[in-house]
């Protein structure tokens, strides 16, 4: 600034002042609100012949995308082309990624996400799900297994189509720790540094309450509070060696840890054979996750051929050896016994009421805001 | 002067002005805006000068900002001495494999940030060769471990943000005039005496730019704590991106954004004062004065 004079200098603040007072003044009459979801009717999702381009948003590890998988089988008989992406890792991480989109009534170019139930739900409610037309899904709804018919979310199945299901339980490396069968195991001293949990509020408190006997779907914001203040102290301990979305199984391959909190399909993930998932003892998490519809998806009719298309029995049975998840599809046992699979013997993928008899749903917390901000400072430790 | 003459610079300074405002004043208001609302996700943000966003954002939160400082000076500093060595060597005594020296520094950047930081963690884990070495040398304990820890943390955001240390080092060294360090040792000083007397200042103004270019993106890094990190390494940028995205407290997130940037201003501008402003200008003859 040497060249200018001290007048200069005085101009160029009152150049500068100008411009923030326009910022400010711009602010103060600017008064439109960001985010409150779409007022606009709820569209549904139009149908009809499939061609044309589909981009559908996945969880790692969810389909076989392989060459021979159900994605290229779905293209060689539509001709559709499919942008399969998996770049979900937590429902709450990819709903705030996605929601400012969603806010202008985009979808990224997407026109399928998979979500939780509660997310469905959330998402619906602000208005960033289309509708579905029952007519357009008629294998759906011939296949869906019945108890999937009618979930407290979505009673009937406005905006949701349910994608595979599975439980929270614990992966252990039994070459490690073979003793590991309850949550409260995971805060045992000896195995400092060597766990990990999820990062998700609904699962990982939620857990832990269960293992000190109380049932989370009662539980009130403050034995929530309680429950992520022993996270929180067993995190600054370093008892817990991390919080993760799907990179447990990461850490389980390289052989850091001796167990993680996970989810029961990840088995094709991991690659390290000594990892078994096991149900703790005082029950899992039981969730279903779902294919929704978003706001601004462009070719919905290549979206609902793809709905309807994976709840053939045959291709559900493919998607179930690939990915062990349970399948919400009726029939698919019975074809994997057909072709003499192994999995139609597994609990883990067809588990029977008395295996799953001590498990809870996902469960929203009461004070939400307040419950997860406690939650978030625990992970941000 | 006439008001014409007067407003020549001004003109001037046009095209780099318009890049200011469209790239750093436009997202700056509204993001100055967004931190000036209060509500929720489901009622909607709405603009009601909500200064008290600010102070929010900061409770609580010390500890990861004090924590991100610490994280981003010590992997400066740690790209400081490996930095100054490297530039030197590749400057003076590489030969004819200078230009080759120099691609390897940038080669890393042929592969996306993410995927290098990813990389690291199968180099780093519990029973990796790297772990058996640093156990046997007793340098951690027998049953420790380098991923999750902040030397993990540390060593990412030193190798991340290495070659912003070499390069400009590498620039200013590649200028020095090595008469100057001849004439020195003419005079009778030592090598040592004519490296610190020398060809330290006159390298000053390489690692005031290394310095900053490392440190400025260091303390705002979030990878590096998410991916090598554990449970007590989240950096300040871990705490806006849960704001952002987990919580979706979009005003305070954006609140502590600007508090952040703010506080690296203030930094900064000590920092240059102290380093000496005329070296950082390169008003090297103001120096030598």
Wanted: charged content about 20%; glycine content about 8%; some cysteine.
């Amino acid at each position: 600034m040497r060249g200018l004079g001290s007048r200069d200098n005085k101009f160029a603040l009152a150049v500068a002042t100008a411009v923030a007072v326009a910022a400010l003044g711009l602010a103060a009459c600017g008064g439109d609100t960001v985010g409150g979801g779409n007022s606009d009717e709820v569209s549904t999702a139009e149908g009809g012949k499939a061609a044309g381009s589909l981009t559908i948003s996945n969880w790692p590890g969810y389909i076989d995308p392989g060459k021979e998988g159900t994605v290229a089988e779905f293209e060689k008989e539509t001709g559709v082309k499919v942008d399969y992406i998996e770049d979900i890792n937590s429902n709450d991480g990819f709903f705030g990624k996605l929601q400012p989109q969603l806010e202008q009534g985009e979808s990224g170019g997407r026109s399928i996400f998979v979500v939780a139930d509660y997310m469905a739900k959330q998402m619906y409610d602000l208005g960033y799900l289309q509708e579905i037309d029952h007519a357009d899904l008629p294998t759906v709804f011939k296949t869906l297994s019945p108890s999937l018919e009618s979930p407290g979310f979505d009673p009937e199945r406005k905006f949701s189509v349910p994608w595979q299901g599975g439980m929270t339980g614990i992966w252990v490396d039994t070459s490690k720790a073979p003793e590991i069968r309850s949550v409260n195991d995971l805060f045992d001293p000896k195995y400092k540094g060597k766990v990990t949990r999820l990062d998700e509020l609904r699962e990982t408190p939620a857990r832990v309450m269960l293992a000190e006997g109380v049932d989370p779907a009662q539980a009130s914001a403050e034995q929530w509070l309680d429950a992520i203040d022993k996270l929180g102290d067993a995190a600054s301990s370093g008892q817990i060696r991390r919080f993760t979305g799907n990179e447990y199984t990461e850490d389980l391959t390289a052989g850091n840890l001796v167990a993680a909190i996970g989810w029961s399909g990840d088995a094709s993930l991991i690659e390290n054979e000594n990892a078994e998932w096991r149900m703790p003892t005082e029950g899992c998490t039981r969730w279903s996750e779902n294919m929704v519809i978003p706001v601004g998806a462009p070719n919905t009719a290549a979206a609902l051929a793809w709905m309807d298309f994976v709840y053939r029995p045959e291709v559900a049975a493919d998607i179930t050896e690939y990915v062990e998840y349970i399948s919400p599809v009726q029939g698919v046992k019975g074809l994997l016994e057909k072709r003499g699979s192994e999995l139609a013997k597994s609990e883990i993928v067809f588990p029977t009421e008395e295996f799953t008899r001590n498990c809870t749903g996902q469960i929203t917390p009461p004070e939400l805001e307040r419950v997860n901000e406690a939650w978030q400072d625990v992970l941000t430790g | 002067m006439s008001l014409k003459q007067r407003l020549v610079p001004y003109w001037l300074l046009g095209p780099g002005l318009l890049w200011l405002v469209v790239f750093f004043v436009v997202p700056m208001y509204f993001m100055g805006e967004l931190a000036l609302r209060s509500g929720s996700l489901t009622t909607g943000y709405t603009f009601d000068w909500a200064w008290s966003n600010f102070p929010d954002s900061l409770s609580g939160h010390t500890e990861q900002i004090v924590r991100s400082f610490f994280y981003a000076g010590a992997a400066t500093l740690l790209a400081l001495l490996i930095a100054y060595p490297l530039a030197y060597a590749i400057a003076f005594r590489a030969g004819r494999f200078k230009l080759l020296l120099l691609f390897a520094v940038i080669a890393p950047f042929f592969t996306t940030y993410l995927i290098r930081t990813i990389a690291w963690k199968t180099i780093l884990s519990d029973s990796s060769p790297v772990v058996s070495v640093l156990q046997t040398l007793s340098l951690i304990p027998p049953d420790g471990r380098v991923l999750a820890t902040s030397g993990a943390v540390i060593a990412g955001l030193t190798y991340n943000f290495l070659p912003f240390m070499v390069l400009p080092l590498y620039a200013n060294l590649e200028r020095l005039d090595l008469r100057l360090v001849e004439a020195a040792k003419d005079l009778y000083s030592s090598s040592r005496q004519a490296f610190l007397r020398v060809t330290l200042p006159l390298t000053m103004p390489g690692i005031v730019a290394g310095v900053l270019l490392t440190f400025i993106p260091a303390f705002g890094d979030y990878i590096n704590a998410q991916i090598l990190g554990g449970t007590q390494q989240a950096m300040v940028g871990n705490v806006i991106q849960s704001l952002y995205l987990n919580q979706r407290n979009y005003p305070e997130a954006a609140a502590l954004s600007f508090l952040m940037m703010a506080l690296i201003l203030a930094v900064v501008t000590v920092y240059i004062r102290f380093a000496g402003t005329g070296a950082f200008m390169g008003d090297e003859d103001e120096e030598t004065a």
